[in-house]
């Protein structure tokens, strides 16, 4: 693993992580969920690895702030724990996801594929959907989030609300709020408003109707939606949710839809299973794309 640094077009780097080179004719980038870098979700490097050792490339790409881990006492398991994102402006998710897409374009890989985990998904939606540019090849959306369901079944979240409105009328935005913003995650009271107001990654409204699907109904690339068959965010029904998600493609019939069984919203315990997943997702649209290059050839030799 490699960490890399990949501008913005506003100027802040963003610090992801890369298995494998440009010497692969593949990446996979797998914009990471909140609260999440390849330190504290073995998810991440786990599909590096594996990824890597088939000769795929990946990077994980991360969020504004995802290396700002705070330490903090977890009372219930007495220990320390460390985690983050702190800090972020969820308003810029285009931007970032473009910019990781942009990195890889530079570094001269051919096939790109652009994956996504949990609110990560949120952010690659949002980018296939708006993007005028045609660098991704395919998509891979994993557990993505009804975020107007989701505020409404995630501890502590009316409390964490209010009190990040009245410290950003204090002017003291920037400071951590002395709850854990869903039960999960230290943030400053600026993220938690700029999370609350994300209407461009509310995109899977499949639950709650608040939101848009004209982004998935714009995406211009097939791919397929993995989810956990016990993920707890989609209100009993993953793989309903990821099917009607999927019906609001330009073409569902070209996507798949896949459950890994017995795992949850963040695959805990089966990492393994999920990077292996995402490897065979990998393989089907790389052997797709060979069958279409054969067939071309063909035509053009009769």
């Known amino acids: 693993m490699e960490i890399i640094r990949v501008n913005t077009p506003r100027g802040l780097e963003l610090k992801g992580a890369m298995w494998g080179d440009n010497t692969m004719d593949t990446v996979v980038i797998m914009m990471s969920g909140i609260c999440s870098n390849v330190f504290q979700n073995d998810l991440l490097p786990a ?50 996801v473009e910019s990781y897409v942009k990195y890889a374009k530079e570094l001269g890989f051919k096939n790109i594929i652009l994956a996504g985990h949990s609110l990560g998904s949120n952010k690659i939606i949002n980018y296939l959907g708006n993007t005028p540019d045609n660098f991704v090849d395919y998509f891979i959306v994993s557990s993505p989030v009804d975020l107007g369901f989701w505020w409404t079944i995630m501890p502590n979240i009316d409390v964490c609300l209010e009190q990040a409105k009245h ?22 009271a600026n993220a938690v408003l700029s999370f609350y107001r994300a209407n461009n990654l509310k995109n899977c409204p499949v639950i709650s109707g608040d939101g848009e699907t004209n982004s998935l109904g714009s995406i211009k690339v097939n791919g397929a939606f993995i989810i956990g068959s016990k993920d707890s965010v989609v209100n009993g029904d993953p793989k309903g949710f990821m099917e009607k998600l999927n019906d609001c493609c330009k073409h569902p019939e070209n996507n798949k839809v896949i459950v890994v069984p017995d795992a949850s919203h963040i695959f805990y315990g089966k990492h393994k299973e999920y990077a292996s997943t995402i490897l065979e997702c990998v393989e089907t649209f790389l052997n797709h794309n060979l069958e279409h290059s054969t067939l071309n050839e063909n035509c053009k030799i009769q």
């Open 167 to 188: 410290l950003a009328e204090q002017n003291r935005g920037d400071e951590i709020l002395p709850h854990l913003f869903g039960g999960f995650s230290p943030m400053s």
């Open 47 to 96: 599909t590096g690895e594996l990824l890597s050792a088939n000769n795929i490339a990946y990077i994980a790409g991360h969020a504004m702030d995802a290396f700002s881990c705070i330490a903090y006492s977890d009372f219930s398991i007495k220990k320390q724990k460390t985690t983050g994102v702190v800090f972020d402006d969820f308003s810029l998710a285009y931007e970032d």
